[in-house]
């Protein structure tokens, strides 16, 4: 086990961050909901445990969190102050797991979609008309 100092104020606001039913999560199935496109949700059976499944089309759709997966992973790792020994292999591992299991679930038959949050955030209308398209 990786052990590093840390401030209790950090180690709070790190305890906070939820894994599922994130607001980006929340936020498309309410959006699915509304388009009244059936959906599964944290199916554990399926490669890399999607976030949300269209069993019917085959679709395997992930919400990626900006830090944890490395959106803009060469700008952002050089902007990690703290425990950089511990934050770079663990986000880049993820990385590599990532497109692992897009590689695996693509050999399967399945479509993958990953949106990062911030898409989900910004610009949801261009998200919906993503997975649509993915649909046809």
Not at 28 to 55: C, E, M, T, W
Not at 90 to 108: F, G, M, V, Y
Request: aromatic residues 10%; charged residues 35%.
């Amino acid at each position: 086990m990786f052990r590093f100092v840390t401030s209790p104020q950090r180690s709070s606001l790190m305890r906070k961050i939820r894994s599922k039913n994130t607001s980006p999560e929340l936020c498309f199935v309410k959006a699915l909901r509304q388009q009244k496109i059936k959906y599964s949700r944290s199916n554990q059976k399926i490669i890399g445990k999607p976030d949300i499944v269209i069993k019917a089309k085959k679709i395997a759709i992930f919400i990626d969190g900006s830090f944890w997966h490395g959106f803009d992973w060469r700008k952002k790792k050089l902007k990690i102050k703290a425990n950089r020994a511990y934050w770079i292999p663990k986000i880049e591992k993820n990385i590599l797991r990532d497109k692992k299991n897009n590689k695996a679930l693509l050999q399967a038959g399945w479509a993958v979609i990953r949106f990062w949050e911030d898409d989900i955030k910004i610009n949801l209308p261009m998200c919906l008309r993503k997975l649509k398209k993915t649909m046809e």
